[in-house]
């Protein structure tokens, strides 16, 4: 599939993951834009982490639901429906439109030969069956999960939950797995 143009929210501090779903709650009027621009028209959104050393790929989603409050703020339920690679800024003003493209995981050799890891996938397999009911989306989850990058950020996420104490146990959990500690 070729290039589209794609409204962006940007995210701090957090992060949102391909087929799950995300509460919002949307203070500043560029983002309401946005998020009313893409709900009326049932238009697709990115949420882009920015953080550091953090590369052009977003989640998309769609939105579910928009209820505005009493004080003017939006609270906004979306739902990741995949990756974009974000290419190029087309628009800044009245909110973030960038030019897109799906972004596609290279194949990576499996981490089934990584006794350490193998944990790391059983634990966040337990978690899951333990904290998301459905058995198809528990499927869906873990087949995104096909790099031993992406295997330690989701538990890493798990257990941490913010950002930063989350690089710092992907630096430590990386220097162990590499120096075999």
């Not at 940007?10 to 087929?19: A, G, I, S, T, W």
């Not at 873990?142 to 295997?151: A, E, R, S, W």
Request: hydrophobic share 40%.
């Amino acid at each position: 599939m070729g290039y589209f143009n794609l409204p962006t929210l940007y995210l701090f501090d957090n992060v949102f993951f391909p087929n799950t779903i995300v509460p919002l709650n949307i203070f500043d009027a560029p983002s309401k834009n946005l998020i009313m621009h893409c709900y009326e028209h049932n238009e697709p959104l990115a949420l882009w982490f920015q953080g550091e050393h953090v590369k052009p790929i977003a989640s998309m989603g769609k939105i579910l639901s928009v209820e505005k409050k009493d004080d003017g703020n939006l609270k906004v339920l979306l739902q990741g429906i995949g990756r974009v690679n974000l290419e190029k800024i087309i628009q800044h003003i009245p909110y973030p439109i960038y030019r897109a493209k799906f972004f596609q995981d290279a194949e990576a050799p499996p981490f089934q030969n990584h006794d350490r890891l193998e944990k790391f996938y059983h634990y966040l397999e337990d978690w899951l069956r333990l904290h998301v009911p459905s058995k198809r989306d528990r499927t869906e989850f873990l087949k995104d999960i096909n790099t031993p990058d992406k295997l330690v950020d989701h538990v890493a996420l798990l257990i941490f939950g913010t950002q930063k104490s989350n690089k710092f146990f992907w630096k430590v959990t990386l220097f162990k797995i590499d120096c075999n500690y």
